[in-house]
């Protein structure tokens, strides 16, 4: 069965410093990987994908993704972080054939002034 | 842009009453979800719908249905509130398959039932 994991529940930084926010995967078959940002009170805005090609993806906001198929890895990185990239970050993964898709738990993003 | 649209931001209701949850996307999506989402367990698949009347449970159907008579909305259905259905559920919406399109969200609703 497909899955995604978050292993952390928070990640605390100073605005300024590089972010990096994990995520791992299993499935079975080629992984179609997505990220979501979602700030208080609202619903998920989509960040980027990985489907194929380049390893380091980039999406909205400055943020970008690096894919490790060794690892298993999809984790979403930012150079400088912003007080404004504070926000709840979704890892999710395309189940198998279908158009749904399974979340991981969500990783907390505080960033510090 | 998109837009998912989901009629209430909050709710209250009552134990036992059935309770109607809207959403209604712009974009002629052919697939529609329904999330609930609840702190430390992420976002749980509740019901999906690809085509207009056509509907599959997700992972956790229980208490829920789901109506789509119209392609552009998706209702869900409480059909005997309890207090453990008390979340946030939210609505979302995609084009099919080959492209792997993003889901596109709304802002959610947040149900208390008392």
């Known amino acids: 069965a497909q899955s995604v994991a978050q292993p952390e529940d928070q990640v605390n930084v100073a605005e300024g410093n590089p972010l990096t926010v994990k995520c791992t995967y299993s499935v079975s078959g080629n992984p179609y990987l997505f990220w979501y940002v979602q700030y208080p009170n609202r619903g998920l805005q989509f960040l980027l994908k990985y489907i194929t090609g380049d390893n380091l993806v980039k999406g909205s906001y400055g943020f970008e993704a690096e894919f490790n198929k060794s690892q298993t890895s999809f984790h979403l990185k930012k150079p400088s972080a912003l007080v404004s990239d504070s926000a709840l970050y979704f890892c999710?993964?395309?189940?198998?054939?279908?158009?749904?898709?399974?979340f991981g738990t969500g990783t907390r993003l505080q960033v510090f002034p | 842009d998109v837009k998912v649209t989901q009629s209430s931001r909050y709710l209250v209701k009552r134990t036992g009453e059935k309770v109607f949850l809207e959403c209604v996307q712009d974009?002629?999506?052919?697939?529609m979800f329904w999330y609930r989402q609840d702190p430390g367990l992420g976002l749980r698949l509740i019901y999906f719908?690809?085509?207009?009347?056509?509907?599959e449970k997700g992972d956790i159907p229980e208490g829920y249905s789901v109506s789509r008579e119209k392609k552009e909305r998706f209702s869900l259905i409480l059909e005997s509130a309890s207090t453990n259905q008390t979340s946030m559920y939210l609505c979302?919406?995609?084009?099919?398959?080959?492209?792997?399109?993003?889901?596109?969200f709304g802002d959610g609703t947040r149900l208390s039932i008392l």
């Open positions: 719908s690809y085509d207009v009347k056509m509907k």
């Open positions: 974009m002629d999506h052919e697939n």
């Open positions: 979302a919406s995609s084009s099919p398959g080959t492209h792997n399109q993003p889901q596109h």
């Open positions: 999710a993964v395309r189940d198998g054939g279908t158009d749904k898709l399974i």
